[in-house]
């Protein structure tokens, strides 16, 4: 299993990011998929979630703000970020689950400032 995210960067207080995960080696469109983040001194949490059939699962800070979604045809999750905080700095990750096997991938960085 290969997943390659993209699409962090810099951004002001309010603004917004969209992250993108391209999945391989794996069928995606039965795979539970999440996307994480882990601030410095901070232990990893869940952003959010969507399971193969769309449903949808968020951190109770992101909730409005961050959306996800899935391109089964495309093989990738995506979140949207908007009106991004300071505290959601932090490196984000994507993540698979499928057959008992979760994967990582190699983490994109979010900075957002005040």
């Known amino acids: 299993v290969q997943l390659q995210a993209s699409g962090g960067g810099l951004v002001q207080a309010g603004g917004s990011l969209r992250l993108s995960c391209a999945a391989s080696g794996m069928i995606f469109r039965i795979a539970f998929m999440g996307w994480y983040r882990q601030a410095p001194g901070k232990q990893r949490e869940l952003v959010a979630t969507i399971t193969s059939g769309g449903l949808t699962n968020y951190e109770e800070s992101v909730k409005g703000r961050f959306t996800i979604s899935r391109d089964n045809a495309k093989n990738t999750v995506t979140l949207q970020m908007d009106s991004l905080k300071p505290e959601d700095t932090a490196l984000y990750y994507c993540?698979?689950?499928?057959?008992?096997?979760?994967?990582w991938g190699q983490g994109t960085q979010v900075t957002v400032s005040s």
């Open positions: 993540s698979s689950y499928q057959s008992g096997v979760r994967s």
